[in-house]
């Protein structure tokens, strides 16, 4: 496969995964129960598993395929993002309460979109206040898919995507913490 090619299907598949996030942040919020935020919140480790997996992949392809050299900013968005593949899989064998997991996913979710955001900013303003020490600048775009889309925004789709896990985690483990305390108060 091309890598313009490549670029096109990551930017797309980021963009979705940006979009269900903010769905999800904006459903999370309505008291409104809908078929997509039931879903959601019952599939929620597998959702942040596929999200978590679609992007570690994304990451080694770009660089050990389409050898991109990862910048410093690259690889604190990765020590973000690898260890939740981990979390959502082991989540969905052991079956771990959605508070914590939704707790460990929102520390590191949080943590790796500010380093997203900041990168996003460089890359698009060559504003860098912090200098780069590494031999790639953080501000080289590798890639610039439809005239606006680098890796720095696919990441920063995906920390989005996330989110929208975490707050669909959230809003589910609320219900099952109300219905315990209804359980148990009759």
Known sequence: MSIETFNIIATIGSMLIGT????????SFSNKK????AFVSRKAYLIGFLITLGAVIMSLIYSDIYKYPPCVLCWYQRIFIYPQVVLFGLAMIKKYPKFLVAQ???ALTAIGGAFSLYHVIITYTNFNPIPCPAAVSCTQRFVFTFGFSTIPLMAMFLFVGLLGVYFMLK????????????????
């Open 20 to 27: 269900f996030g903010i769905t999800a942040i904006f459903l």
């Open 34 to 37: 809908t078929q997509f935020s």
């Open 104 to 106: 460990i996913n929102l």
């Open 171 to 186: 809003r589910q483990s609320d219900s099952d913490l109300s219905t315990d305390t209804k359980q148990k108060t009759f």
